[in-house]
Each structure stands twice: as C-alpha cells, then as structure tokens.
C-alpha cells in the first residue's frame, strides 16, 4: 500500500480518535468551562486563579464517579448545587461590576441593601431591568451548560484513571492545592458558600450599628457641644488633613532614603523653606488603620466615657467638615466620615483587591477648598501604600523595577530574598507616584484664598524587609509605627523649632491638631501638644522596643 494511501487511512482514524477523545473528556470540560466563565465575569487579575482553585472540588470529585447509578446521581446533584454557587456569585459580581464598578462587599453595595425599602427595589429594578436581564440570562446559560455536562457525565462516566505514575502526582498535586486554598482564610473567606450567608450577617450587623451609631454620633455632638469650644483668631480658614495609609518615612527621599521616592514633597520642601515643617521621628502607637485612626479622632483615649472626636469638636467649634476618601472601610466610614458635614466616599472597591488611584480625590479637594464657609476642615484620607503595593500606582510607572542600586545591594547584603527585595521595588513605586498626589493637595491647599493651614501624616508604618524578611503590617518591628508627618501655613511656623527633633505621637497629634484648628477647649492637653512649647514626650506601650530618636 502507498503511503499516500496509508495517510488517507490514518486521517479518519485520527478524526475517529479525537472525537472519541472529545466525547470522553466532554463531561469533565464542559462543568469546568461553565465554571470559568462565572468566575472571569466576576472576578480579575489573582482572584480569577483563587477562585479557579476554590472551585477545583467540583471538578476533582468528578474524575472519582461512584459505581452506583444512584449514588453517581447524588454525586451529580451536590456538585450541580455548588456549580449554582458559584455560577450565582460570578453573575452577580459581574453585574455590580458593569453597573458600579464595585463588589458586593462595598460600603457602598451593603449600605444600599441594608438602607433600602420594597419601593427602592421596585424602583432599582424597573431602572437596571435589562442589564439584570442580561446577566440572568448569562447565569442560566452557564447553569444549562454546568447541568448538561453533569447529565452526561452521570450517563457516562469517565474510566476511573489507574493510580499509578503521573496520575498519583498529578492528584496529589491538585489535593495539595485544594487543602492549602481552604487553609488560608483569605482564599476560603471567598468562597461562594462562605462568603454569601457572611454578606448577609454584614447586612443584618449594619442595620444594627446603624442604630447603635446614629446615636453615638449624636451624642458625639452634643457633648462637644456642652464642651463650648471656641475659635481664636489665628486659627485658619481653612486645614487640609491628608492622611496616607501604610507609608513608612524611611522610603521617602524628604527623609533621607537613597531612592528619589519623594521629588515632588523635596521640590515643595525647597521652594517653602520653613514653611513647609518636616517632623523627623514622628510615630504611629498602632500597626493597623482602624485602631489607629480612633486614637488619632479620640486624642489618643477612644476608649474612655467622656471622649471627644475631633470632628466633632471642630464642628461645635464653628467649622464645616468635610471627608474625601479613596479608602472603603465601613468601619471608618461609620465611626469618623459621616460626623462630617459632607462625605465623599470615592473608591466602591473594598478591601486589597481596589485598583483605585489616589490621583481621583484631586478635584474633590478642589470642590471643598472652593466651598463657601468661614472655616473649614477637610480631611482627605487616601489608599496610599496599602498592600497590595502594584495596585497603587499606575500600570508601567515602575521606576525601581529590577533596579541594581545602593537599596538592592544593601538588601543583598542584608540577605533578602529575590520576592522580598522585588516587593520593594513595588514598594517604592507606589510611593513615588503617592509623593506626587501628596505634593498635588499642598499645591490646592496654597493656591487657595485666605489663611490656609496642611498637613501630612500616614495611619501607621509597613515593614518591607527594613528589619525582617516579610512585607506588610507589622506589630513585631519597628518600620510598622514609622510615619511621616509634614506640616504647612500659608500665616505662619507653628511648631518650635526643637519640636521637628523631638519624637511626635500619632495618638497624641489630635491635641496638636485643635491647636493647630484655634480651638480653645476644656480638653486641652498642652503636654501632648507637640506644637505647644510646654509638650513634654512620653514613649508609648508598645510590644517591642524601639529607638524613638531614629
């Protein structure tokens, strides 16, 4: 025989292979290619491949086909239910994404559904109808798909694979993978079957704390009120307060860091001259942002049955609030932004998974410095450095990016990691692009009329390999309560000149603050003030030791 004729034989037994091929591993591909399009129509970037993993079960169990017709029918249904789950949450995210661009755990999404009535659900629905339609209409057809592939699959199982070679690897590999994702509690926390009845305590606790919080911001009020706070006449008209997240001082240039991560606040620093107060050893006395932005808006006593927030001090003190954030926080939002006159809550993404740039409170600023009030007091809380450090600074700005400089040869030398020294690199980028935004709210703030006041401070440090081989927060080193802290009047220097040596308290800085505001009130504490020549230091009660003079 010819090989021409050979070939005409082996193509249609090759075509015969493949469809049998196609019609054996068909009820295995198509439950996971349903899957796969819930998960990316409601998911991106990491969080595709968590979600893949946490979905795994469904598709690993299906390889292991009980030999009973009726136990396999069993098997079909409980993977079809998780399938739903999974499918349900992909379409629903996808939906919040497309309409608001935010995820169902937004403070946004989960104020509206505990705040809403039967009408605003009529009337939601009768505005998004055909976008829900859509993607119920997506949602069912990947159902359809998962189901079909179940049929089949219960129909005609797979042959169960021998356990022997790859097999044996290639399954213990997977069970590795499926083990270690519901280990972790910041992969399993989002699994559908989780992360839902979850959402729905949230809900059911925000009612609760709205009731419990609309009261305790009242009675916030009306305390700072009974307290007669009043305004001295060198006060501004105006202060700006930035508060960063997660920049620790010693990874800007301003402070002395080999790398020009803060040209544009060095640049600021320079044209100012004194203006412009750079505080050497300012310190966070908390490694986390909820605890220490209570003890900066509580003048370091949250806790105590008399306190007093600063917000609302200024507010009985004559002053309009405002709050401009780019963070998601329900907590923060709660406790501190809505005692503010106005509140802008820009970023609809929570937690580390937003991508939301700090550049966008830009002409929120501007609106509030524009404002028509005799005084006021605006704070802009922003994103700044928080982990995940790539999401926060634009996609190619990457300045430090396989850098070979004296920050890379010290880490070498130090002995960190390859990971460790590139997380750095990030690291720095993102407070290279934060120096900018930073330097944009004091350039609003001298721009504006009258008698201005700025100032600059982070919530807390973060420990990129300074002591450790770790990134992140840090409870256990000190780069974890290492903050910058810069200070500016259009009228003024209002700190003694020792004062920018002298090491400086972030629980303590709510007295410096209302200092710094002109209110003259009952709660006074000139000790803790550091802008009062009377203030005296006192290292706080931290689980470690620490050189506050560096």
């Not at 997240?245 to 080999?258: F, H, V």
Request: overall charge positive; proline content about 6%.
């Amino acid at each position: 025989m010819t090989s021409r004729a050979l070939d005409g034989v082996a193509r249609p037994t090759l075509r015969l292979r493949l469809h049998a091929a196609l019609r054996a591993t068909a009820p295995l591909l198509l439950p996971m290619a349903a899957l796969l399009a819930a998960i990316v129509a409601g998911h991106d970037g990491v969080r595709v491949w968590q979600m893949l993993v946490l979905a795994l079960p469904i598709w690993f169990w299906l390889w292991w086909p009980c030999a009973c017709h009726r136990r396999r029918m069993t098997q079909a249904l409980a993977c079809l239910a998780l399938g739903i789950c999974f499918v349900i949450d992909g379409a629903v995210r996808g939906f919040l994404l497309a309409a608001y661009e935010t995820l169902p755990n937004s403070s946004m999404v989960l104020g509206a559904v505990a705040n809403t009535t039967d009408d605003e659900s009529r009337e939601f629905v009768s505005m998004y109808w055909r976008d829900l339609l859509g993607w119920t209409g997506f949602a069912l057809l990947c159902v359809a798909l998962l189901a079909w592939g179940l049929y089949r699959w219960w129909r005609c199982p797979p042959r169960l694979p021998e356990p022997r070679g790859w097999t044996i690897v290639f399954a213990a590999l997977v069970l590795a993978l499926i083990v270690g994702a519901f280990v972790s509690n910041p992969w399993r926390r989002h699994h559908p079957v989780l992360f839902w009845p979850h959402w729905v305590q949230d809900v059911g606790q925000l009612r609760q704390q709205w009731a419990s919080l609309g009261q305790q911001r009242s009675e916030l009020l009306a305390g700072a009120a009974k307290l007669g706070p009043t305004l001295s006449k060198t006060g501004p008209d105006t202060l700006v307060l930035v508060i960063s997240e997660s920049m620790n001082r010693s990874n800007l240039s301003s402070y002395g860091y080999p790398r020009a991560t803060s040209p544009a606040l060095f640049e600021r620093e320079r044209v100012l001259g004194g203006q412009l107060q750079v505080f050497r050893h300012a310190w966070s006395v908390d490694s986390s942002t909820v605890p220490a932005l209570r003890n900066l808006f509580y003048f370091g006593a949250p806790e105590a049955a008399s306190r007093v927030h600063l917000l609302a001090l200024a507010r009985a003190a004559g002053y309009r609030t405002f709050w401009i954030s780019n963070h998601n926080d329900l907590a923060i939002e709660q406790e501190h932004a809505r005692l503010a006159d106005d509140v802008q809550i820009l970023n609809n993404m929570p937690g580390r998974a937003s991508r939301a740039l700090d550049g966008q409170v830009l002409p929120a600023l501007r609106a509030a410095l524009s404002a028509q009030a005799p005084r006021k007091l605006i704070v802009v809380h922003m994103l700044g450095l928080h982990p995940h450090y790539r999401m926060r600074h634009p996609d190619g700005m990457t300045p430090y990016a396989h850098a070979a400089d004296r920050v890379d040869a010290r880490l070498r030398s130090e002995g960190r990691p390859a990971w460790l020294r590139e997380l750095r690199n990030e690291y720095d980028s993102a407070v290279r692009y934060h120096d900018s935004t930073v330097a944009a709210t004091l350039d609003l703030s001298r721009r504006a009329g009258g008698r201005q006041a700025w100032v600059f401070l982070s919530d807390h440090g973060q420990e990129v390999g300074h002591t450790a081989n770790r990134a992140g927060h840090s409870a256990t080193t000190p780069d974890g309560y290492r903050i910058p802290l810069m200070l500016w009047t259009s009228f003024d220097s209002p700190a003694p000149g020792a004062a920018l040596a002298t090491p400086v308290r972030g629980d303590w800085f709510g007295h410096s603050l209302a200092h710094l505001l002109g209110i003259e009130w009952a709660g006074a504490r000139p000790r803790q003030d550091v802008l009062d020549r009377r203030y005296r230091w006192q290292a706080p009660k931290l689980p470690l030791k620490i050189d506050f003079g560096t």
